[in-house]
């Protein structure tokens, strides 16, 4: 949580200027230089004095703690200050003067959704040729989103953009302000207005000298935070409203609103805009830096001088009054090595200045940039306070399955995908198991074969759920019985009229998830983490569903589900900022602004990414607007305003500020930003984190001096009671906290096996399929992998081929296709282990053609699917032992003369035909269809017709399709399997798990020191 005095104490040159303060003043002074606090202390003087001040600040959290701190100055009494945004105020002036006070006002999510609609729908012949076929998509919509809200800022109607056009700002002029005429008629139809509009409105209203009067009543002066962040709108309110005493403060080096529309001339026009004959203006400087120590201002020098300054905005600088201060600026090698640079300062900073986490914080210049951090931070086990959530609400996990239910319901049925999604998420809850026997039970009631995929079976029984009621009352059926009946209740409410408000809440209590969730957050952990953010997601989707369209019944719902499924921005909502005090905030530096931390962290700060690369050329500019319909070149002041960004971000440390950013391989995209050097410290390398900043170090630097000889055996003692006394110490659920400590997990501690001692008879050994090859390969590798696990990282070969058998499991169980495998590569993509750009792209591109081509596959299937992922257990008797193999299948099938199992390969290269026919793994998987060890998931009876091995990567030339190469079935009788597996199990059995070299040895990870290769070299 940021630090904030509760009581306002002046310095003398702050009290000086309150004491003159008597017209219209704006105080300017850099970051930590006392203008909130100067603000703050003028609202309590006039309070104390029986009049009444109207302060005016950025946001509603801004609001909320400079509040907090005026009646924490106050003291006890019935305080009630009116502190309170631009926006909150234009909306009580317009209830109170308006002359349709009852218009709602919209949320910018919901002011996107307006502007594509009527894009899409409007008549194209008023745009240029060029463009039309640009008015359905989101890009175009956000730019004529963006110059609209300009034009209101800048007091355009709609004919005057129309006259800009025609005075040389071009033809596309003349399609906006036919679209600003029609929006605006549409936006009063519907009975809503936008924020620009409203303020737009109300600086109208207020015209009116008797209006102006009643409105300006109210107060006594006015107090304004951050003057310089408001628009060109918003200033004209401000001045029309400040008849009697003015007070504004702002720091025209930390400008964080231009992307809003924030005049850049507010400071250097103050005098002019607001000096009147019977109020004089004048603009005064707090030269005092109070926050930022000697050290880390004289870092935000190099970067002030740099900004471009407008007359009448005074000398930058203020004169540190504290000395000393930290700056650090690291380079790190990757985005992986950042993260663990910022828990190693996060720790240092809790152990070694004993901040709290609090009081520590992460600042990025994007929301794209919070995810990785976030993570990272959490896996690290420091707790995080992330700022609120940055996608649209409809792409939260939790809202999801409840717009799925609404459109189904609304629809009347469901749709394939729609039944998979709803029966196997969080209101259906059924597992891929449970799924299967609920489908096996409703192909049993049919009279007919039925011969549709999956999810077109469970949308048929989900949509005719008469025969659940008679159906054996399995838990699965249990399930599909209370998900079909809950879609039946929400449906009757629809049609009776039921507002959106009222079936998604019906939606949610209708199922076990609420109670679920509640419980993940009170068992605590990473599962309570989700829990909360899933909870939070459901409460601004029910706050959103109550705020909006009042109609019932299928039209109100039709529309709510359009405005929310077409949102692409986040909302505004309180409770995304609102601070818990919990853990170390993570957040963009724009949320930052009016805060302050003892240690400030900013990452990844890289050209390209801050300041941003240079702007794609958009078609349509709102500086335009600004500049009277003339052509503009605003590069230098994107750049400006970037820096002045960059400058607000630094100055929240009040006493160590760390920059960091990744010095790759990858050009521009990994290059540290040019405001590094502007910093004027020396970059460098992080350092290593100390072992005894973390549990785990502590556990290891104890461990180490248990078993060092060097040391005397006071301390080696002393070294063994801590850890003794960390062994001890469980978590709320009974777990060890520090389970490294427990010398029974330590390695050499345990006493030597003798060799060759076999297990004790009866002799039972449990392989799997693909551990049966790997013992025949080299039994000493199988033991220290699988045994010892001792093996490394399986690394990037491992993770693509578990990431394509993920993908391949949710295409066949929910549908997916081309457009959901892109969207789930998007979110998964960055965790994967590669480095370079290039070779990232290219095993991007190759793991979508493969998945192109199991669709391609799958689509030429004519066998019917039993199952993907399925498991199974087969039990051999052999005369060495008892071999239990278990395992389960990517693929198995069913066709008219038996059942053949698929098995899917992500190698680059497929083998010979010969080496697949004598592959254990798929002989293993032909005995467990033999033997039955799928259960009921065959039908009895049934044997192998043989197995194959797709390989996803490896293209036939003639069809396109993935490569297939086919295992004979298996003869009847002892086969060439069993005697694999008997060799197997002999090894394992006699325990001595001798060396081979091979082919195998040029990746294995054991290879040093093999006996196998101390007289044949590794080839």
């Not at 809950?486 to 449906?491: H, M, P, R, Y």
Request: proline share 7%; aromatic share 6%.
């Amino acid at each position: 949580m940021a630090t904030l005095a509760p009581t306002p104490r002046l310095t003398p040159a702050q009290a000086a200027l309150l004491q003159g303060w008597s017209g219209a003043m704006l105080v300017i002074g850099g970051p930590g230089t006392g203008k909130s606090t100067l603000l703050a202390a003028a609202a309590v003087s006039e309070l104390e004095a029986g009049r009444r001040p109207l302060v005016l600040v950025g946001n509603r959290t801004a609001a909320s703690r400079l509040r907090n701190r005026i009646v924490a100055a106050l003291g006890t009494g019935t305080w009630q200050p009116a502190v309170t945004t631009v926006h909150a105020l234009a909306r009580s002036l317009w209830l109170r003067f308006g002359p349709r006070p009852e218009l709602r006002l919209l949320a910018a999510p919901e002011q996107e959704f307006r502007v594509r609609e009527l894009l899409a729908g409007t008549d194209p012949s008023g745009w240029p040729a060029e463009l039309r076929p640009a008015l359905g998509t989101r890009g175009f919509a956000t730019q004529v989103r963006a110059v609209l809200a300009r034009a209101r800022q800048l007091g355009l109607d709609p004919e005057e953009v129309a006259e800009l056009a025609a005075a040389g700002a071009g033809p596309v002029w003349a399609g906006v302000a036919g679209f600003f005429a029609e929006y605006l008629d549409v936006l009063d139809a519907e009975g809503v207005l936008d924020y620009a509009e409203l303020v737009h409105r109300v600086r109208l209203l207020v015209a009116d000298s008797e209006l102006r009067e009643l409105a300006a009543a109210d107060f006594d002066a006015v107090l304004v935070d951050d003057y310089a962040d408001l628009d060109e709108a918003q200033l004209g309110l401000v001045e029309s409203l400040a008849t009697g005493r003015l007070l504004a403060v702002a720091d025209p080096d930390s400008t964080a609103s231009s992307f809003r529309g924030a005049s850049p001339r507010a400071v250097a026009d103050f005098v002019e805009r607001l000096d009147r004959p019977d109020r004089p203006a004048q603009v005064v400087r707090l030269g005092e830096g109070l926050r930022c120590p000697q050290v880390i201002d004289q870092a935000l020098v190099g970067v002030r001088t740099r900004l471009p300054r407008l007359p009448g905005t005074g000398e930058a600088g203020e004169r540190p009054v504290n000395e000393g201060g930290e700056v650090a600026v690291l380079t790190c090698a990757d985005p992986a090595e950042q993260v663990t640079a910022i828990v190693a300062e996060l720790r240092r900073g809790r152990l070694e200045h004993g901040w709290r986490y609090d009081q520590m914080a992460v600042l990025v210049r994007s929301g794209a940039q919070l995810g990785p951090i976030v993570q990272g931070l959490a896996t690290a086990g420091i707790p995080v306070e992330a700022a609120g959530q940055e996608i649209p609400l409809a792409q939260a996990p939790a809202v999801r399955p409840l717009l799925v239910a609404l459109n189904a319901v609304v629809r009347g049925r469901l749709s394939p995908d729609e039944a998979m999604r709803l029966a196997t998420g969080p209101l259906g809850g059924l597992d891929p198991v449970s799924l299967r026997s609920l489908l096996r039970t409703w192909r049993a009631a049919q009279e007919a074969a039925v011969v549709a995929p999956p999810a077109a079976q469970l949308a048929q029984l989900l949509n005719e759920p008469g025969w659940l009621a008679e159906a054996d009352q399995t838990p699965a059926v249990q399930a599909a019985r209370r998900l079909a009946e809950l879609l039946a209740e929400v449906s009757e409410s629809v049609a009776a009229g039921g507002r959106v408000d009222q079936l998604c809440w019906r939606l949610w209590q209708g199922t076990p998830w609420p109670s679920r969730l509640a419980r993940e957050v009170a068992a605590g952990g990473a599962l309570a983490a989700r829990a909360d953010a899933d909870l939070d997601a459901v409460c601004a989707f029910f706050e959103l569903a109550a705020a909006g369209d009042r109609r019932g019944g299928a039209a109100g719902v039709r529309a709510f589900l359009a405005e929310l499924a077409a949102q692409q921005i986040p909302a505004d909502h309180e409770r995304e900022s609102r601070p818990r005090g919990r853990g170390v905030p993570v957040m963009t530096a724009h949320r930052a602004r009016g805060q302050e931390w003892p240690l400030v962290i900013l990452a990844g700060v890289q050209e390209g990414v801050w300041p941003v690369g240079r702007r794609v050329s958009t078609v349509l500019d709102p500086a335009v607007l600004d500049a009277g319909g003339l052509p503009v070149t605003s590069h230098r002041e994107r750049l400006a305003a970037e820096r002045r960004l960059f400058h607000l971000a630094c100055s929240r440390a009040s006493q160590r500020l760390v920059v960091m950013a990744a010095s790759g391989t990858e050009g521009e995209a990994d290059a540290p930003s040019r405001f590094l050097a502007e910093l004027g410290v020396e970059a460098g390398r992080p350092d290593p984190e100390p072992v005894g900043l973390s549990l785990t170090g502590l556990v290891t630097e104890l461990r180490r001096w248990t078993l060092n000889p060097a040391v005397t055996a006071e301390e080696r003692t002393v070294a063994a009671a801590e850890l003794a006394r960390l062994a001890r110490l469980r978590d709320p659920g009974g777990r060890p906290l520090a389970p490294a400590a427990d010398p029974a997990t330590w390695w050499g501690i345990a006493e030597l096996s003798r060799p060759a001692e076999p297990l004790a008879a009866p002799a039972v050994v449990r392989l799997s399929p693909s551990q049966v090859g790997s013992v025949l390969t080299c039994a000493r590798r199988y033991f220290l992998s699988r045994q010892a696990r001792a093996d490394q990282d399986p690394g990037l070969p491992a993770a693509l081929g578990s990431l394509v058998h993920r993908l391949v499991q949710q295409s066949v169980e929910h549908g997916w296709g081309p457009d959901e495998f892109a969207a789930e590569l998007d979110q998964l993509w960055h965790r994967l282990p590669i480095e370079a750009a290039w070779f990232s792209a290219t095993e991007r591109a190759e793991i979508e053609a493969a998945l192109g081509r199991f669709l391609a596959w799958r689509s030429a299937r004519a066998s019917e699917l039993v199952g993907v992922e399925l498991p199974f257990t087969l039990s051999l008797e052999l005369p060495e032992a008892t071999v239990v193999l278990d395992g389960q299948v990517d693929w198995l099938e069913l066709a008219p003369t038996g059942a053949r199992v698929v098995d899917f390969k992500t190698a680059r290269r497929a083998p010979t035909k010969a080496a697949v026919a004598e592959l254990e793994q798929l002989g293993i998987y032909q005995l467990a269809i033999n033997a039955g060890g799928f259960g009921d998931r065959l039908p009895a009876g049934v044997a192998s017709v043989g197995a194959s091995a797709v390989y996803l990567r490896v293209a036939e030339r003639a069809s396109g399709q993935p490569k297939e190469l086919l295992q004979p079935a298996l003869d009847d009788g002892p086969t060439w399997v069993h005697e694999r597996v008997a060799q197997a199990a002999a090894i394992v059995v006699e325990g001595s798990y001798p060396a081979s070299a091979g082919p195998h040895c040029r990746g294995c990870a054991f290879a040093p020191g093999c006996p196998a290769l101390i007289e044949e070299p590794r080839r």
